[in-house]
């Protein structure tokens, strides 16, 4: 049971553009969302997160929106720049848990 | 460098045999996490241990097992391995037990069952 959804397998942007990168959650516990940046041959990373008290947080270029009502989370970067290129996973985790859920990923490619 | 170590990199091993993968976390965490990517899926929670006792599990199969040692390095092992366990193997660290705070990963340990 895919508890944490990442529905757009990969995307593509032009550089200097905006990337919206999008998640979607069942569970209504989750309190605190993460995103995830993952090269080849490496780790993920983290790159930010959110805490379900916020509706938006923010990071230079990266922003993170939450909206709980429709349990869905959304990544923005802007502008985008070609070192983006990327799989991005969403998390949750509930505060009374001790699992991470990840979504299955989204490949961004950002064409110069 | 997320400060987690995980040994080998790559590993290629025949079905029915065993392997252990190793994981050192970040100096100072407690908390390991153990996660499998296969391909086209994303990470799948296999197990957690926190300060040397487990803390929750999932979807982990029998054939696995897993420890953390009192120098909180971290082994998972596979037995009587199939082609579809064949799969990128990812430790994670904290320094809790969960949320609200970030995980960081090693490089991976990529199995390939041939």
């Known amino acids: 049971d895919q508890q944490v959804k990442q529905n757009s397998p990969s995307l593509s942007v032009q550089e200097g553009r905006i990337s919206i990168l999008n998640c979607d959650y069942t569970?209504?516990?989750?309190?605190?969302f993460l995103w995830y940046k993952k090269y080849p041959a490496e780790g993920p990373t983290f790159l930010i997160s959110?805490?379900?008290?916020?509706d938006k947080n923010e990071d230079g270029r990266f922003t993170v929106f939450l909206n709980k009502s429709a349990k869905h989370l959304s990544l923005h970067i802007v502008p985008s720049q070609p070192g983006d290129s990327a799989v991005y996973f969403c998390?949750?985790?509930?505060?009374?848990?001790?699992?991470?859920?990840f979504g299955t990923g989204t490949s961004l490619t950002v064409i110069p | 460098d997320s400060g987690v170590t995980q040994t080998p990199k790559h590993l290629i091993t025949a079905t029915g045999q065993r392997v252990t993968l190793r994981c050192s976390p970040r100096?100072?965490?407690?908390?390991v996490y153990w996660y499998q990517q296969s391909l086209d899926q994303g990470l799948q929670f296999l197990i957690q241990?926190?300060?040397?006792?487990?803390?929750a599990k999932g979807n982990i199969l029998e054939r696995f097992s897993a420890q953390q040692f009192p120098d909180l390095h971290s082994e998972l092992n596979l037995s009587s391995l199939e082609l579809g366990d064949s799969a990128l193997y990812f430790c994670?660290?904290?320094?809790?037990?969960?949320?609200?705070?970030?995980?960081?990963f090693g490089s991976g340990t990529q199995l390939s069952v041939l």
């Open positions: 994670a660290s904290s320094l809790r037990t969960g949320g609200p705070e970030k995980l960081f």
């Open positions: 569970n209504s516990m989750f309190d605190y």
């Open positions: 959110i805490s379900s008290i916020k």
């Open positions: 998390a949750a985790s509930a505060n009374t848990g001790n699992q991470f859920y």
């Open positions: 100096s100072g965490d407690l908390s």
């Open positions: 241990y926190y300060n040397g006792e487990e803390r």
